[in-house]
């Protein structure tokens, strides 16, 4: 009877332990599948109908004010170079603005010209034109939506669209951020170079008339009077 009894309570024991772990694991599941939930970042860029301004949107699963830092890049190409050494590539930021998320969603705009004395262009045609003469500029236009660097672990599910693409990027001290980008077709302004017209330069010249001229030399020329001579 009382191995019976000793039976018993190890087995309610034991059974006591099994349900606790079992209740435990239950407990921890829903953290782990949060932790382990990708993160969604989507952009979607459209031309305004004004020149040089684009509408930038897009809808995303992260915090509520989390900020989104949303860029416009052109390529620029030295002619002759190989356009594959990415040593001999320069980029310019046409321009840059930050955006918060709200409600899962989040929405700017971005004006890729400025304006200048020969007209709207971008930023790398307004720096300095004889330099910006000797780039060839890529016809597309890269832009970028950016989340700000973090050291926790991002999971995101890799998405190559045309023309656009998500990804997880790293920085150089090993932090990761969220990145989304889209390419679209942007031929750059033609700037206006300012011509030099050929023509006659006009110089200013004091001249006598003809007349007196030759009057004074006629007073030179002319006979000294007798009383002129010295004596």
Same mark, same amino acid.
């Given at each position: ?40 970042? $989507?952009?979607?860029?459209? &031309?305004?109908?004004?020149?040089? !301004?684009? #509408?930038?949107?897009? +809808? *995303?699963? %992260? ?26 590539? $320069?980029?310019?930021?046409? &321009?840059?603005?930050?955006?918060? !998320?709200? #409600?899962?969603?989040? +929405? *700017?705009? %971005? ?121």
């Amino acid at each position: 009877m009382k191995s019976l009894q000793q039976f018993l309570r190890k087995f309610a024991s034991s059974t006591l332990i099994s349900l606790l772990i079992l209740c435990t694991g239950c407990t921890q599941m829903p953290f782990l599948s949060s932790s382990q939930q990708t993160t969604t970042l $989507s952009m979607q860029v459209e &031309a305004t109908g004004e020149t040089g !301004v684009y #509408k930038i949107s897009g +809808q *995303t699963n %992260l915090p509520e004010q989390t900020q989104i830092t949303v860029q416009a890049i052109r390529a620029l190409q030295i002619p002759g170079r190989d356009v594959q050494i990415a040593a001999e590539r $320069s980029y310019s930021i046409l &321009a840059k603005t930050q955006v918060s !998320v709200e #409600k899962g969603k989040w +929405q *700017t705009s %971005l004006n890729l010209l400025q304006p200048g004395q020969n007209g709207a262009l971008e930023t790398w045609q307004q720096s300095n034109q004889e330099l910006a003469l000797k780039f060839q500029p890529d016809n597309q236009v890269r832009f970028l939506a950016l989340t700000d660097p973090t050291r926790s672990s991002i999971s995101v599910q890799s998405q190559a669209q045309k023309n656009q693409a998500t990804s997880v990027q790293f920085t150089a001290d090993g932090k990761s951020y969220l990145q989304t980008e889209q390419w679209m077709s942007i031929e750059p302004p033609t700037a206006k170079v300012a011509s030099q017209k050929s023509g006659t330069t006009v110089v200013k010249v004091s001249v006598q008339p003809v007349n007196k001229v030759n009057d004074v030399k006629e007073q030179i020329d002319a006979a000294l009077p007798v009383n002129a001579f010295m004596r």
